[in-house]
Structure formats: C-alpha cells, structure tokens
C-alpha cells in the first residue's frame, strides 16, 4: 500500500490561510474517519496537531482546522504566522497496514 | 505529564539486530497501545508496529517478518527489536503512545511522542 499523496511544499503570507491535501484510497482515507495530521519542526518529534478528521487535542490552535471529502482529507491553517512554517504529515487508519502516513508537506511562510 | 524517551545504540553493522527501548515516565503503561516510527533521514514517517499493555501486537507487513515488539510493564518499558538491517533501516526511530477512542480501540493516530534517536546502519 502506498503513503498517501501530498504536495510536497505549500507556501502563503503571514495572515493568510494555506490548506494542504492528503489524498488516500478507499481502504484508508475514504473508508475511516480517522484522519490525522502533525506538525514537525526540524530536528522535534512530530506533533499531533489534528485526528479523526477535524478535532483538534487540547491546546492547539484554532487556526489549525481538518476536513475529508471522500478519498481526500484537508488541513487548513489560517492567519499563517512565521511560527508555523513546518513540515506536516497527514496518516489514516487503514485496515491492512493499520497507520499509513502521507510524504510530507513543507510549508513555507513567506 | 506522561513522557517518553527512546534509549539504545545510535550504530548498528548491518545484518544485526538493532535494539531500541522507550521509557514511559509519568503516567502508567497500562491500558494503552504504544508505537514504534520510524524516519529515514529527509522523508517521511513509517509505522512499525503497536503492542498492547497486555503483550498482544501488530506489525506493518513491510517489516513483520523482522520485528518484535516487546513490553515490560513492571519497568514501564516497551522495546523494539529489528533484525537483519540494512542501510535502509537508517532512520529517526521514534516512540509514541496512540490515542483510543470511546470504545478503547485504536483510531491510528499518536498524542504523544519520544524525542526520537537516530540510528545509523554501517
């Protein structure tokens, strides 16, 4: 089973809003609401910024929002600030593999 | 809070086993799924597999016929053994505890992470 697909750079201002796509199949992405998404800064562990699609965990922004519309989830950061010029990666449950993870988006603040 | 911290050798000569142990401190191991991942320098992330508190596991069909993950839960410990390496399982390996939802099943995604240790296969 291939990673899911992602751009691999996506770039805004500050302020803006910037969104990121994962697109799966119908055995991962389309078939579980149990979308992820994090955020790594170079060298850091990845940080767990969204999962089951759209709930962010305590203590992350609002400006970090999720979505899904059939084999392809969203991530959207809003009011793009210099802090969150990272690398993201979106995963799915998947039945077969259990976790697959996407390549990888590095977002770039201008 | 509950924290995790990798530990193990940095270098392995291919074709041994590589060997890495995560640390639970600050909350207890029970009742929860725990991960290994793992990132090959500049790419993306790679599941190697969860155990259970309670000894039961799962592991990615890329790698199953060479892991074993083991869990030690009066040390609050899990461990990760891959055999046979190659320069291919150079990589960021990373410990992470998984999130379960309302019926405790695992719903794939991690809320907490390791620092993660590099190990180098030469």
């Known amino acids: 089973q291939s990673a899911l697909t992602q751009p691999a750079s996506v770039s805004g201002s500050p302020g803006q809003s910037i969104t990121i796509s994962c697109t799966g199949t119908?055995?991962?992405?389309?078939?579980?609401?149990?979308v992820s998404w994090y955020q790594q800064h170079p060298g850091k562990a990845p940080k767990l910024m969204i999962y089951?699609?759209?709930n962010r965990p305590s203590g992350v922004s609002s400006r970090f929002s999720g979505s899904k519309s059939g084999n392809t989830a969203s991530l959207t950061i809003s009011g793009l600030q210099a802090e969150d010029e990272a690398d993201y990666f979106c995963?799915?449950?998947?039945?077969?593999?259990?976790?697959?993870f996407g390549g990888g988006t590095k977002v770039t603040v201008l | 809070q509950v924290q995790l911290q990798e530990s193990g050798p940095g270098l392995v000569k291919p074709s041994e086993t590589l060997s890495l142990t995560c640390t639970v401190s600050?909350?207890?191991?029970?009742?929860?799924?725990w991960s290994w991942i793992r990132q090959p320098p500049g790419k993306g992330l790679e599941w190697i597999g969860y155990?259970?508190?309670?000894?039961?596991?799962s592991y990615n069909p890329s790698l199953k016929s060479r892991v074993t993950i083991s869990v030690d839960t009066s040390k609050n410990q899990f461990s990760l053994k891959l055999s046979s390496v190659t320069a291919a399982d150079t990589a960021v390996y990373y410990c992470?505890?998984?999130?379960?939802?309302?019926?405790?099943?695992?719903?794939?995604?991690?809320?907490?992470w390791g620092q993660g240790t590099m190990v180098a296969v030469s």
């Open positions: 992470a505890r998984d999130i379960l939802d309302s019926r405790g099943s695992r719903r794939g995604a991690f809320d907490i």
């Open positions: 600050g909350g207890s191991i029970s009742n929860f799924y």
């Open positions: 155990i259970y508190y309670s000894g039961s596991t």
């Open positions: 119908s055995s991962d992405v389309g078939a579980y609401n149990y």
């Open positions: 089951d699609v759209s």
């Open positions: 995963s799915s449950y998947t039945r077969s593999i259990s976790v697959i």
